[in-house]
């Protein structure tokens, strides 16, 4: 665990919900210490210019909204949580959720060392197991090697920390070697640093192995740089409208079985806790699929898939929720650098380093993961869901200002969340409004 900085601002932000716009931005501004010309850069975002130097071919920018999540105790830290994404719900959840975790102190966690994987195929090899020893006997000269990469990773503390060498005996065409070389990234999620010195190892690896080296890229089933969250909430937080707390914690608990025996269940489930992860990655100029990527074969390493979460009780009677999962997340390099909201999406969380990024994103994993089951375990998905969901289907009606709420209102009312529901009372109220002079 990482010993944070204290905030002396509140994550706790009652009413925020119900704040316009301009206000919600004008309280994170000031809860952040932001200055005029950030919250300036809110409205102005990402430029077309800058868009078209990250990637190629660009012809537009394509927005999705930017929410806050509050009340998040990550550490003894208070954090305002950005995040990015289109599907209702997710950030009033982990909103919801990090308030009942904080009756029991919010959230713990703790990360490994941002240690990343590279692979090296080595295939053409006359004896196989010959040239995994010798690999594991020049481990010195290759990690004495692999450090004159780059010399600024080494400077900060990070560079090669070990190598693993695995024989595949059994493939589609035949046995291959796999060196694993283990690099530190530090700050960085690592991806250009890893390749860089895969690539600069090929010619020794080939030497010692007599072989010939086919693939180098790093892996994304980043098992050596793990980050963990954990939360104890009392039964007593747990109770709300006709749900008794002891009641609900049980059904949180049945839910996790659920997706800890099925495969089936363990995709949504999972897709939940990925709900939030995501929305965070993104927000911060993370890559995002190899988050995802990483998570699901995480899930499954045991050779079933299976929930990346735990739930279960303490002595207390609590509620307690685990999370581990890879998070291999940074904060230099590529467009957690380049893109401007990404920049202030850091500073609105006061991140000071990768490994600190990593606990709040598996904190709000653990927080979104606890949203979904506990609606699915009492009210069902839908209630919360489809008022957020008709406000959108009111909009794709073609309905503007006050008629979303009216129309949303109704649709709810009705149980009737529908794209044609909502565009007959478009067309309904349109009919009694007089016609424009």
């Known amino acids: 665990m990482l010993a944070w900085q204290i905030m002396t601002t509140s994550s706790r932000l009652p009413g925020f919900y119900n704040k316009t716009q301009s206000e919600r931005l004008q309280a994170i501004g000031e809860q952040a210490g932001l200055t005029p010309e950030e919250l300036a850069a809110f409205s102005a ?13 660009v012809v537009c920018l394509y927005s999705l909204p930017f929410g806050i999540a509050t009340n998040f105790r990550v550490n003894n830290k208070e954090v305002l949580v950005p995040m990015v994404i289109e599907e209702p719900s997710v ?87 796999v060196l ?10 690592g991806a250009n640093t890893v390749n860089t010195a895969a690539e600069a190892l090929r010619p020794m690896v080939e030497e010692i192995t007599g072989g010939r080296v086919a693939l180098r890229i790093l892996s994304n089933l980043a098992d050596h740089r793990l980050a963990r969250a954990t939360c104890a909430i009392p039964a007593s937080a747990l109770a709300f409208d006709q749900f008794d707390g002891e009641d609900v914690r049980d059904r949180i608990i049945e839910a996790y079985a659920f997706a800890a025996a099925d495969p089936y269940r363990a995709a949504t ?24 990527a990483g998570a699901h074969a995480y899930a499954a ?50 991140i000071q380093s990768a490994r600190e990024l990593a606990e709040v994103i598996v904190s709000v994993g653990l927080a979104q993961n606890f949203a979904a089951i506990r609606a699915l375990a009492t009210e069902g998905i839908q209630r919360g869901h489809m008022s957020l969901h ?48």
């Open 45 to 57: 975002g990402l430029s077309p210019d800058g868009a078209d130097h990250m990637i190629e071919n």
């Open 91 to 177: 950030v009033a959840g982990a909103s919801l959720a990090a308030r009942l975790a904080r009756e029991g102190g919010g959230y713990v966690a703790s990360s490994d060392e941002p240690v990343m994987i590279a692979q090296m195929q080595i295939l053409d090899l006359v004896n196989p197991h010959a040239a995994r020893l010798a690999l594991l006997a020049h481990k010195a000269r290759i990690l004495e090697f692999v450090a004159t990469t780059d010399p600024v990773i080494i400077k900060l503390g990070g560079g090669p920390r070990d190598i693993d060498v695995r024989l595949i005996e059994d493939s589609p065409i035949g046995p291959m070697v």
């Open 390 to 437: 008709a406000r959108q289907l009111a909009m794709a009606a073609g309905a503007t200002g006050d008629l979303i709420e009216q129309i949303s209102a109704q649709m709810v009312r009705e149980k009737q969340v529908r794209l044609d529901r909502a565009q007959a009372l478009v067309e309904e109220i349109k009919s009694y409004l007089p016609e424009e002079s």
């Open 269 to 292: 489930h999972n897709k939940g806790i990925m709900n939030g992860v995501d929305a965070v990655v993104i927000v911060t100029g993370n890559d995002w699929r190899a988050i995802e």
């Open 301 to 350: 390493r045991s050779g079933r898939y299976t929930s990346l979460s735990q739930w279960g009780k303490d002595s207390k009677g609590n509620l307690v929720g685990t999370l581990e999962m890879p998070m291999a997340v940074g904060i230099v390099g590529g467009a957690t650098k380049v893109h401007p909201t990404a920049r202030l999406a850091l500073k609105i969380m006061s």
């Open 180 to 189: 694993h070389l283990l690099y530190d990234c530090r700050d960085a999620m």
